[in-house]
């Protein structure tokens, strides 16, 4: 009898994490103040094509909401979904994972070349393999994004520039501060803050090419794209996919101690936050 009643508490407090993993009603409306409910929350991103979600890429809790949010969205709309957790180059094994023509085994060894966390995004990719939802990479060669990082933009060669789509990159005071604030970096010893700057921008500008493009190929899809929070606020990818004349977005980040809460966010950074704190949250660990 007590081994029947152990089971059953435990049996009810398994329950209870998963219900409270999973329903989350803290979104913050960041243009009015209102905390909404997560189908309220969803009734508004239905109206627009691109939603950017942000992520800390080791947090459990984020990649729970960001799954919560592509289901809801699939299941209204015709919907893609934009990947910072593989390289454009990469796309063919993408699509025959949503075609089911590539075993697991086969697209995990693919997967951990480009990304890792496997587990936490498993249920992302299996959702889109179940489901046939498009899966976009939008992701650039390390080796570029490196290079940049150690010797700057202008250390690239002509070839690397037109694989680049042509782009330039000008980094201006605004970009340095919020690349200040996203990832907490500055400038100290062999570190060249300007040239992490320049690598980030060419990150955000080739993931907004490469969403952009696709978008173009598939006028009728609506799309979501999960990238690091660094890359999501408004001010990177959102900003640059703008110059593409992609301006119908929305953009939803996780709260973040020490770099985008409740009290100081503001518009020019998200549309939405998903609060991490308080009854039923997904709480961020320490040293985030």
Known sequence: MRFIRTLMLTTISLWFLVVTATAHPHILDVATGEVLEFNQLIDKLEQTQIVFIGE?????????MQLEVIRALADRKPLAVGLEMFQAQAQNTLDKWTA????????????????GWWSLYEPIFSHARENQIPLVGLNVPRSITRQVATSGFSSLDEEQVNFLGGMTCEVDTTYEDFIRRAVGAHGHGSFNFRNFCEAQ????????????????????QSAVVLA???????????????????????????????????????LEDADFLWLDEGD???????GY
């Open 228 to 266: 690091g929070s660094g890359h999501a606020w408004k001010y990177g990818i959102p900003a640059q996919i703008a110059d593409f004349g992609h301006t119908d977005f929305l953009v939803l980040l996780p709260e973040v101690r020490g770099r985008l809460t409740r009290a100081q966010v503001t």
């Open 280 to 286: 039923g949250s997904w709480t961020v660990g320490e």
């Open 201 to 220: 921008l060419v990150w955000d500008k080739a993931m907004a090419r490469y969403m952009s493009l696709y978008l173009q190929q598939h006028p009728e």
């Open 100 to 115: 089911g023509t590539i075993s697991e085994t086969d697209f995990r060894q693919i997967y951990q070349r480009n990304w």
């Open 56 to 64: 800390q890429h080791d947090h459990a809790g984020h990649h729970q």
